[in-house]
Structures are given as structure tokens and as C-alpha cells.
């Protein structure tokens, strides 16, 4: 299991916003924050510590913060999960210790719910579905053959349940930076719960199937945790692809659709 669980929150230097050179390749993009994403780019590819971006909602305060690691150079999509309010996303760069200090800042008002299905279509950074044309392909071309949303589900589940392994070496040798990569959890068919959360996620978000990458803690589960809810029939259904794969490898019968008070939620994408 992902039992490395990334900080979800950090302890800032009291050193306020500021203006360098670098600052001016630096951008948070707000342009498709009516489909649920914000865009954040630092072109600096060599920063003096590692990056992170927060997102909150300041309407919410003291509820979720979420966290992120920036990728130097490349373009990241973050989920704007946290229902409706004013936003505000902070890219920042590491001291030392949990210290860091904020390099910009965006605000911005969101109007979707949190209950809006279209926000799990999107691609985002730990669900990153466009761009890995080998997971799209054969999500289609699992899909096909099905009729509605169920059954292509359960078409891509079977295909995946199949053909995975866990990783049971890889668990233990995770960086804190970690970050799914679909195409070579497809390739490779090994992974560990964050692999298979993601992998699922992105294969029916590409076929318009809304599906939520879910983080937590569920009975009898030892470590940190991730599986999906997938949107199936007008209601939001837990399924744990990881137990599934284990169960299928050990031969026992197992249901699909899990208990949901089996699990406890701390964080969702």
C-alpha cells in the first residue's frame, strides 16, 4: 500500500511575496477554471529547493488543504475539488525542514459544486490521462464493447483485474515525491494501490466515465490506502481495484462494489 502519505500541510516562513527574475516564467493559469483545473507552470528548471503548490478554498478554512509537488518545466493540472468559494493557490519553494516560502499566489472564485461529476473527467496530475495515448487506446478499445457506462466499467475492471500484479517490493522504495505513471503501470502490469487507483481513474475518465482517485484508510488494511468511487447509475460506487487484483491472484471470490463504510476518506482527486 502508498503508506508514505504525502504532508498535506505546510509551515511557512513569515517572509511574504517577492519579485526575482525567475518569478517572471512563473504562472498560475486560471483559464479553465470553470471545467474544475488550474493550471501552474515554474520554467525555472533549477529552483534553489524543491516546489510545492497548495490549493484552498477561503471558504472553508480549517477544513481540507491540499498539497501538491511541483514538477520544474512542465505544465501541472490540479483538481479544484473543494466545492464552491474563493480559491486560493500558492506555488512556494522549500527552506529546510517544513519551512518553505511563497513564491506567488492566485486568487480566484469557483463555482462548481463539489458534487459536480465533470470535476473527475478531468486530467490531472495523479490522474494524468491525456497524454498517455497507450491507456487511452485500450480503454477504448475495452469500451467498445460495452453498452452504457456500467458495463464498459466492468469490461475495463475485468481487463485490468486480469492482468495486474501488486508489487510488493515496490512499496517500501517509494520517494515522497511519488507520482503514478499510467502508461508504464499498463506496460509493466505490476504496481501498488496508488498505481491501480490511478490507472483505473484514467482509463474511465478518458471514456467519460466520472471516477474519483480516493486516499485513506480501510478495514483491515495495513498503511495508507488508495482506491476510486466511480459515478455508475446515478450514484457514486467504492471500488477497490488493489483487494480485487489480490483476491482474483489468490483465487477467492470477491464483490466489486465495496462497502463504503469500509473505508475511510481523507483525501480525494
Not at 26 to 34: C, G, K
Not at 52 to 61: D, G, P, Y
Not at 180 to 194: F, M, N
Not at 200 to 226: D, F
Request: glycine content about 8%; hydrophobic content about 40%.
Amino acid at each position: 500500500m502508498y503508506r508514505r502519505a504525502v504532508a498535506l500541510f505546510l509551515s511557512f516562513l513569515l517572509m511574504g511575496l517577492f519579485s526575482s527574475p525567475a518569478l517572471a516564467a512563473n504562472t498560475i493559469d486560471t483559464s479553465q477554471v470553470a471545467q474544475g483545473l488550474v493550471v501552474v507552470e515554474y520554467n525555472d528548471p533549477t529552483p534553489q529547493g524543491h516546489l510545492r503548490v497548495t490549493v484552498e478554498n477561503l471558504n472553508k478554512l480549517g477544513e481540507n488543504q491540499y498539497a501538491y509537488y511541483l514538477k520544474p518545466g512542465v505544465r501541472n493540472n490540479f483538481p479544484l475539488q473543494l466545492g464552491r468559494g474563493q480559491y486560493r493557490v500558492t506555488v512556494l519553494e522549500h527552506v529546510k525542514d517544513n519551512l518553505y516560502r511563497p513564491l506567488k499566489r492566485e486568487s480566484f472564485a469557483v463555482e462548481l459544486a463539489e458534487d459536480d461529476e465533470g470535476l473527475y473527467l478531468q486530467s490531472v496530475q495523479n490522474v494524468p490521462w491525456k497524454g498517455a495515448p497507450s491507456v487511452v487506446a485500450k480503454a477504448r478499445e475495452l469500451a467498445q464493447k460495452g453498452d452504457g457506462d456500467k458495463e464498459k466499467f466492468l469490461l475495463i475492471h475485468h481487463y485490468l483485474v486480469q492482468g495486474m500484479a501488486y508489487d510488493y517490493k515496490k512499496v517500501d522504495l517509494l520517494p515522497s515525491d511519488y507520482l503514478p505513471d499510467v502508461e508504464e503501470t499498463l506496460r509493466s502490469g505490476k504496481g501498488i494501490c496508488y498505481d491501480f487507483a490511478s490507472l483505473l481513474a484514467a482509463m474511465l475518465r478518458s471514456q467519460g466515465i466520472p471516477t474519483k482517485l480516493v486516499m485513506g484508510n480501510g478495514e483491515g488494511i495495513n498503511g495508507y490506502h488508495a482506491w476510486n468511487e466511480v459515478f455508475l447509475e446515478g450514484s457514486w460506487r467504492v471500488v477497490d481495484l488493489t483487494s480485487d487484483i489480490q483476491y482474483h491472484a489468490a483465487g477467492q471470490a470477491f464483490s466489486i462494489f465495496k462497502n463504503p463504510d469500509a473505508y475511510g476518506k481523507t483525501r480525494e482527486y
